[in-house]
């Protein structure tokens, strides 16, 4: 974490000469230029915590840490020249077929007490679908100061818990440092953010965060649902925001402010209300996923309601308070 703080403080430090801005957009909710490499501070913390791991362990990852160098690559690339989503979802593609087809295996239990087979090169498909959703889902919701390395630092740390709890150290070990890693990041990002992690960031994370979810259940540490739940704040808000979207005719790939974090921000919550809410959203999932493993299956499928009822009751929420407010959340920050 001290690593990432340090390389994040000096990324954000006016007086970089390699610095990036990310100058506001349609999608945007800041109001004037912000540098935005700070995934590359969080890649060097992951790569460098990686390097302490048990050899054991790590060196049946070199497909993976091949599929996170080309997704960083190419977000590095858009990042600093920008690179058309064709070319994006391409490689998003081609890595998260590889990690599937070398590493993954299908996770049993999708839901409580129901597993689902598939035949196997079905399901290195489906697989490869999932990470690669998942990756651009994280850099979806990547658009709020403080949210995204928020996330990070809540969802992995959960992982980690559960890595712990299932006596699998080296799962534990590496959750624990991405964890880590986002959270000395996400002290230069919370409201009012010096530094922004950029695609690099985000897709790596949301790459990350997909391998690790199915990883965890084929390895038996818990159902790929609670992992599922764990990051089920930016699952909801990214899916149902795309399926609006598209049943309203829209470009999925085109900027936009439509999520539900960024129609509050815009109604006048304010950044750091906003993201304090979602923080507290991500530490009740957390807490769900985690006394869920291992609890009778009838308790599962009750807290699998009380969060579907949870988000039904937030969605109805925000599109009430947001037709109380205006759209005043793009502040000069």
């Not at 085109?254 to 921000?265: D, E, I, M, N, P």
Request: charged share 10%.
């Amino acid at each position: 974490m001290g690593l990432v703080w340090f390389l994040s403080r000096l990324l954000a430090d006016p007086r970089n000469p390699w610095q990036v801005l990310d100058r506001p957009n349609a999608r945007s909710l800041h109001a004037r230029p912000v540098p935005r490499m700070g995934g590359l501070a969080i890649l060097i913390g992951v790569l460098t915590g990686s390097a302490f791991l048990p050899w054991h362990f790590s060196w049946r990852l070199d497909v993976v840490w091949a599929a996170l160098a080309l997704v960083a690559s190419v977000s590095w690339y858009d990042d600093i020249h920008g690179a058309s989503p064709r070319v994006r979802l391409f490689v998003h593609g081609a890595a998260a077929l590889s990690v599937a087809w070398a590493y993954l295996q299908w996770p049993h239990m999708l839901l409580p007490h129901w597993a689902l087979p598939v035949p196997g090169p079905v399901a290195v498909v489906v697989m490869a679908v999932f990470l690669a959703w998942w990756t651009n889902l994280y850099n979806f919701m990547d658009g709020m100061d403080g949210l995204a390395g928020g996330m990070a630092v809540v969802g992995f740390a959960t992982l980690a818990l559960l890595g712990w709890r299932a006596h699998d150290l080296p799962y534990a070990e590496i959750s624990l440092i991405v964890a880590s890693a986002a959270g000395g990041f996400t002290i230069s990002n919370f409201p009012p953010a010096r530094l922004f992690m950029g695609d690099m960031g985000a897709a790596t994370l949301g790459f990350a965060a997909g391998i690790m979810i199915l990883a965890g259940a084929q390895r038996g540490d818990f159902p790929v649902w609670a992992g599922l739940i764990i990051f089920s704040p930016f699952l909801v808000d990214a899916t149902v925001t795309l399926i609006r979207r598209l049943a309203r005719g829209e470009n999925p790939t085109t900027a936009h402010r439509g999520h539900y974090y960024q129609r509050l921000v815009r109604s006048g919550l304010g950044h750091r209300r906003v993201v304090l809410g979602e923080y507290g959203l991500m530490a009740a999932c957390a807490a769900c996923a985690y006394a869920a493993v291992g609890r009778p299956t009838s308790t599962q499928w009750d807290i699998l309601a009380f969060l579907v009822v949870l988000y039904g009751i937030l969605v109805i929420l925000v599109g009430r308070w947001e037709g109380h407010g205006t759209d005043k959340g793009k502040v000069s920050l």
